[in-house]
């Protein structure tokens, strides 16, 4: 793609999470950027660490280690010590959009709380005016939707409303994470339209957080995968999902389900799991993927890889790899 500013840059990020068994390293040394207009995607199993990394760039935890820039300012402190331009231009969209809103309030109240805040209106009436804009804007028609409550709509229009909360404010940058995971398949599809249509309207800029790669294929310009708290690959998404080099991206990819033949001729060769998922407490030396790995060898178990440049903008960190960067 087309080199852009970068409007997020994650350097070298760490979080580390003390408890009673032991010291959990959700987030281990992490560097990637998000650049102007793109979905950047970040993909991995469950407690890969991916949501980690989505609380620490808004701000949600403050890193152990390492830096947040956003527009070049680093914002690596909690949300509420970040200056509040900063808090307006960046915005989250939760995976579960039944606890992320208030049951308790109605749309208005809802979508208009972060434009009371950030002082966007100046009455009730204009307050009005623009939550029924933002709902329009999510396709939830506002004389039917304005005076519910959250315990009143499905799962996609809750959603929907979590998204026209996250708009509100005009952000330029949007943390999306696992935005369809908890919704109807029916209704994905709806959402991530709404996404596609706000995102080229708006000009945003998504870090898209998600388990599923066949959701990934169609929406990110970048794609880069995490596993046990590390990225271990990133490319552009043309070259992750056709030339994937890492084999714990091709044992993901070789279980997704294709719908064409063309996509059934790219799907990697299966790679067969040999192994566990290792604890993020204690997690093993070298490749943290060796235990799975079934091209593990001597050194996979000794020596972390380093990243290696393969192809234009597509990195890979496994000893199968030697190309020097
Ligand atoms: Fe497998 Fe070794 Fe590559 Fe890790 S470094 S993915 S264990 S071949």
């Known amino acids: 793609m087309e080199e852009t500013e970068k409007i997020l840059v994650i350097e070298n990020l760490k979080k580390y999470f003390k408890t009673t068994f032991g010291t959990v390293k959700a987030v281990d040394d992490i560097s990637f950027d998000v650049r102007s ?31 947040v820039l956003f527009k070049g300012q680093d914002v690596s402190i909690h949300a509420v010590k970040r200056p509040k331009h900063i808090k307006k ?45 933002l709902l329009e804007t999510v396709e939830l028609p506002p004389e039917r939707f304005m005076h519910r409550r959250p315990g009143d709509l499905g ?23 696992e935005p369809t995971s908890a919704l109807d398949v029916s209704i994905q599809a709806k959402i991530i339209k709404i996404l596609i249509k706000l995102q080229q309207e708006l000009k945003l800029s998504y870090l898209f957080i998600t388990h599923d790669l066949s959701l990934m294929r169609n929406v990110a310009s970048r794609v880069a995968i995490m596993y046990l708290a590390k990225i271990y690959e990133y490319a552009p998404a043309r070259l992750f999902f056709h030339n994937p080099l890492h084999p714990y991206t091709k044992m993901l990819l070789s279980s997704v389900p294709v719908l064409t033949d063309e996509e059934e001729a790219l799907k990697p060769k299966e790679v067969k799991s040999t192994g566990e998922v290792s604890s993020a407490i204690n997690p093993p030396p070298g490749c943290r993927f060796h235990p799975r790995c079934p091209f593990a060898s001597k050194i996979c178990k000794a020596k972390e890889p380093e990243f290696v440049l393969t192809e234009p903008g597509h990195y890979v960190a496994c000893h199968l790899n030697t190309k020097k960067r």
């Open 37 to 67: 207009g793109e979905t950047f995607g970040l993909v991995g199993e469950s407690g890969s660490g991916k949501s980690t990394t989505g609380y620490l760039t808004m701000g949600i935890y403050t890193p152990t280690a390492g830096r």
């Open 89 to 133: 231009d960046m915005s989250i969209v939760f995976q579960d959009p039944a606890s992320s809103l208030n049951p308790s309030k109605t749309i208005r109240d809802i979508v208009g709380l972060p434009l009371k805040i950030h002082g966007l209106v100046t009455n009730s009436s204009e307050l009005t005016e623009r939550v029924a804009q």
């Open 155 to 177: 799962g996609g229009e809750k959603q929907a409303t979590a998204i026209a909360r996250a708009i509100a404010t005009h952000p330029s940058f949007v943390v999306l994470d």
